[in-house]
C-alpha cells in the first residue's frame, strides 16, 4: 500500500528525490520513516517524521544532507537527498505505522506496519 519512486543512477555530490504515497490514500499514518540497504547489509534507519505535528529525526550519517517532508493532502513523504555520497547507496524504503504502539522506537523497522517496494539509489561516478 506503499507506492515508492524516485530512484536512479546518478554521481557523487548529486541530488535526488525520493517520494512515498500511502496508495489510494487508504489510511492516515501515525508515523513513515526512510531505511535503506545496502547489498548483504542490514536495513538502517535513515529518518521518520511524525504525520501530525512534523517532528522528524535522521540518522547521524545523513544529517544535514537528508530531509524528510511530507504532503498531507497526498499523504506522500519525500526524502531530498543532497551531496550523495558511493556509501549512499542502497535500497531505500519507505515505511509507515498507523499507530503508536509503544513497543518499538521508530527507528527499529518492526515498528512499522507497511512497506514499500523499495528503490534503488546507485551513486556512482
Known amino acids: 500500500q506503499l507506492v515508492e519512486s524516485g530512484g536512479g543512477l546518478v554521481q557523487p555530490g548529486d541530488s535526488l528525490s525520493l517520494s512515498c504515497a500511502v496508495s489510494?490514500?487508504?489510511?492516515?499514518?501515525?508515523?513513515m520513516a526512510w531505511f535503506r540497504q545496502g547489498l548483504g547489509k542490514d536495513r538502517d534507519f535513515v529518518s521518520w517524521?511524525?504525520?501530525?505535528?512534523?517532528?522528524?529525526n535522521y540518522a547521524d550519517s545523513v544529517k544535514g544532507r537528508f530531509t524528510i517532508s511530507r504532503d498531507n493532502s497526498k499523504k506522500t513523504v519525500y526524502l531530498q537527498i543532497n551531496s550523495l555520497k558511493p556509501e549512499d547507496t542502497a535500497v531505500y524504503y519507505c515505511?509507515?505505522?498507523?499507530?503508536?504502539?509503544?513497543?518499538?522506537?521508530?527507528?527499529?523497522?518492526?515498528?512499522?506496519?507497511?512497506w514499500g517496494q523499495g528503490t534503488q539509489v546507485t551513486v556512482s561516478s
Open positions: 515505511a509507515a505505522a498507523r499507530f503508536n504502539t509503544g513497543f518499538h522506537t521508530f527507528a527499529n523497522p518492526a515498528f512499522y506496519d507497511y
Open positions: 489510494g490514500g487508504t489510511f492516515t499514518p501515525y508515523i
Open positions: 517524521i511524525v504525520w501530525r505535528g512534523g517532528n522528524a
